[in-house]
């Protein structure tokens, strides 16, 4: 006598039965959805934004392809022959590449005094041979390294102007520069290379500290 017993068991004999596995079914389609969810941040964490145009401003939703202007995972590219201005002081992104692979020529960051630009990993200054990227803090602005990332050197400069550079992360390396402002916040250690000076003012808040190796040197205006 063949009949169903129970939900998920039928009965094949007098006393034998056998199990139905009725939990397959949903944990295949859990299995889908969990691919679907981390093939979805996948794609948020690797989002490109491209600067396009001449002399463009960030906050524009139109200097960027594609259209919008770009949130914090996003991965910043500003191609040769194209400046960008960061005019708005809630700028934020994952990385900046200025001209690491676009063609020979320079492409420009530059800033708008009183502007903000927090960035989470590095901001590269170049490529190879004459594939320039220049990082312009002329008119001030404060480009601030919430990551343990910070300014990468390749065929390009770095002008401090009356900028800040901020590192305001966690354990973080400061990068040998010579920097107009340098200001430390958050919280953790940042270890200060060899090489390092600042024109004006390091200033130290939060529950952040700074050391350097002993033996070496910087060179520091004022210290706050």
Do not use: H
Request: aromatic share 6%.
């Amino acid at each position: 006598m063949n009949s169903w017993q129970n939900f998920g068991v039928v009965k094949t004999t007098e006393n034998q039965f056998k199990k139905i596995s009725l939990m397959k079914a949903p944990k295949f389609l859990g299995a889908i959805l969990l691919w679907m969810g981390v093939m979805l941040i996948s794609q948020v964490s690797l989002a490109q934004k491209t600067a396009t145009g001449t002399n463009v401003n960030w906050s524009s939703a139109s200097s960027w392809t594609p259209s919008g202007v770009p949130a914090a995972t996003d991965a910043v590219t500003i191609p040769n022959g194209v400046t960008v201005t960061v005019d708005v002081t809630n700028a934020v992104c994952a990385s900046v590449a200025i001209n690491i692979n676009s063609g020979n020529g320079t492409g420009t960051l530059q800033f708008n005094s009183g502007s903000i630009l927090t960035c989470s990993g590095a901001v590269t200054l170049g490529g190879t041979g004459q594939k320039v990227g220049n990082l312009t803090m002329t008119n001030g602005g404060t480009l601030k390294f919430s990551g343990s990332s910070s300014l990468v050197s390749g065929a390009g400069t770095f002008t401090p102007g009356t900028g800040t550079i901020e590192y305001s992360g966690s354990a973080q390396t400061v990068s040998a520069r010579a920097y107009n402002n340098l200001a430390f916040s958050g919280s953790g250690a940042k270890t200060i290379a060899s090489g390092t000076s600042v024109t004006r003012l390091l200033s130290i808040s939060g529950t952040a500290t700074a050391s350097i190796s002993a033996g070496l040197n910087i060179s520091v205006d004022s210290l706050q």
